[in-house]
């Protein structure tokens, strides 16, 4: 029987996040993943797969599998990790598919409807301290080549040299797929919302760049680090493909028994300059079709953690959140849950909020799946990690794109409510392509 053993021990490193990405890449391309929260508490590097957890649609509960195989596997390891610190240790990283009804497209065929990765190698750097974790799923018969494998990776490491600058290969073609039909079906969503059984569908869509040459995990990590700091940033590699985003939207956070989710929906461009930006922000602030965008995701979210929460708190207005290219409405909900209640249960629950599908939820996904006419993939989807002692934390995986090769398809939606406008919503798409397009090398518009 397979049995882990898993040691963290503190390091000195320099180099930072990146830079073990990176290195990373000769031995074990197709099996990394990074993250960044959005408030930089905490970020993760994962290199290697020692064990991956993989469902598709058919199994019985796509949430659930993984977390019954994780807990019997936990169950039985070493654990040397002597640091009280979340995302030390071992952890599952990865996420969930949008809808696992949903035909998949060739561009997802390697990512599965529920797919984990627990690392070879894992830095975590938490408060200014860094940490490296090591897992060795072994039978108790196996030669000692993990070792030989560990001592090589660490000694590697050590004498990396990072190539800081990486050149973007050039854009030769960008196309948006099915603008016309998708802002009529915005249009005829929108008719469908006004006579009244339905109160709000997310609709996305997407674009598809191509580049003069292979396009490197490495350089859009890199921009997107520089360019949305307040955002958290993701990357999760299945063999010759990556899903990447910054995502300004947390769908719940677990520290002990303290979690932490927020309600982000409702939207408005940003100003040329400081005045122009602060009308445009209160002009957010009071509009009535924004506001119940919003107002519908506030409900289920407080609906969903009333049910798990011992007590929650919230403020009683939304507030603005800026970022470099949008402005939306949010609040933040906190709550405490009782000790036995897990990070997964809570996604489940939480998924899709209103703020990626709709409201009421099953009617708004029949609607997503007849209307968009497009596999969303991981797109708008939990995607974050979970440890051993079950802390951990998941993002809406927006602002996103897949990268392989020199192709990138890149994803973006809004919420449509009765009072929405066509061609409105087609531009706030617009301006939600813009970090990943950005970050990918295209130019502003
Ligand atoms: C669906 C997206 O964003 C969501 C939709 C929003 C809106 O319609 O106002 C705002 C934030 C997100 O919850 C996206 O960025 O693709
Ligand atoms: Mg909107």
Known sequence: MEILFSTTME??????PLAF????????N????????????????????????????T??????????EWKRFIDRAVIENPFEVP???????????????????????????????????????SQGKSYLTVNVACDPNDDLGAVTEIENFQMGYMQFQQKRSIQSPIISDMEEINKEEWIAAVADVVRQLKQGDVDKVVLARKMKVHFDEPILTEMVLQ????????????????????????????????????????????????GKETREDE????????DRKNLHEHQLVVKMIVEVLKKHCIDIQIPENPALLKLRDIQHLYTPVTGTVDGNLSITKLVEALHPTPALGGVPRQRAMHIIREKEQMDRGMYASPIGWMDYRDNGEFAVAIRSGLIK???????AGCGVVADSDPQSEYIETKIKFRPMYRAIGGTEE
């Not at 390091?11 to 930072?16: E, N, R, S, V, W």
């Not at 993943?33 to 957890?53: M, P, R, T, Y």
């Not at 199994?59 to 019954?68: G, L, Q, V």
Request: include cysteine; hydrophobic fraction near 40%; charged fraction near 25%.
């Open 59 to 68: 199994d019985h509960n796509r949430f659930f599998e993984a977390e019954t």
């Open 223 to 270: 921009n997107l680090w520089q360019q949305q700091p307040d955002s958290f940033i993701f990357a999760l590699e299945a063999l010759e493909s990556c899903f990447i985003g910054a995502s300004p939207e947390r769908l719940i956070q677990k520290t002990n028994n303290t979690v932490f989710s927020t309600c982000l929906a409702g939207s408005i461009a940003r």
């Open 279 to 286: 009308l445009l922000g209160k002009e957010l602030l009071n």
């Open 87 to 125: 995302g030390t240790g071992p952890l599952l990283f990865g996420g969930f598919s949008f809808d696992p009804m949903s035909e998949k497209e060739t561009e997802w065929a390697a990512f599965a409807d529920s797919l984990f990765y627990l690392p070879k190698f894992m830095l975590t750097i």
């Open 21 to 28: 990405f990176e290195y990373g890449n000769e031995k074990f």
């Open 11 to 16: 390091i000195q490193d320099a180099d930072g």
């Open 30 to 57: 197709g099996e990394r993943f990074l993250w960044k929260d959005s408030q930089n508490h905490a970020v993760l590097v994962g290199v290697g797969i020692e064990k991956s957890f993989s469902h598709e649609r």
């Open 405 to 411: 090769q020199d192709e990138a398809v890149l994803y």
